[in-house]
Nanobody, 121 residues
Framework: QVQLTESGGGSVRAGGSLRLSCTAS???????MGWFRQAPGKEREGVAG???????YYIESVEGRFTISRDGADNTVHLQMNSLKPEDTAMYYC????????????????WGQGTRVTVSS
């Protein structure tokens, strides 16, 4: 069972930046790594995904503000979040899926423990 270890997160004011990182416990090939978030009272949603080859996917609400990147050599994925807004406040989860098409959010099946992001106005 692959384990995902997240770091980063915290509290910032609107307009600020944060960087999340996640490392998988295996060096074996992982087709897709991604970030999800769940705000209080809302369902979890996929935010960004990246393939082993660096192809990226974003939801519209974060396009242009968030950047997902990946170091395929050690299965580490980062999420650089700029121009943060209060509505970005959520628990953020790293996740992986063992098939391609990284924007198929419902197919992610391995999860980290989550890291909290709070954006104040």
């Amino acid at each position: 069972q692959v384990q995902l270890t997240e770091s980063g997160g915290g509290s910032v004011r609107a307009g600020g930046s944060l960087r999340l990182s996640c490392t998988a416990s295996t060096s074996e090939y992982i087709p897709c790594m991604g970030w999800f978030r769940q705000a209080p009272g809302k369902e979890r949603e996929g935010v960004a995904g990246v393939s082993h080859y660096g192809i990226t996917y974003y939801i519209e609400s974060v396009e242009g503000r968030f950047t997902i990147s990946r170091d395929g050599a050690d299965n580490t994925v980062h999420l650089q979040m700029n121009s943060l807004k209060p509505e970005d406040t959520a628990m953020y989860y790293c996740a992986t899926k063992d098939t391609a098409r990284c924007s198929r959010w419902e197919e992610y099946n391995t999860w980290g423990q989550g890291t909290r992001v709070t954006v104040s106005s």
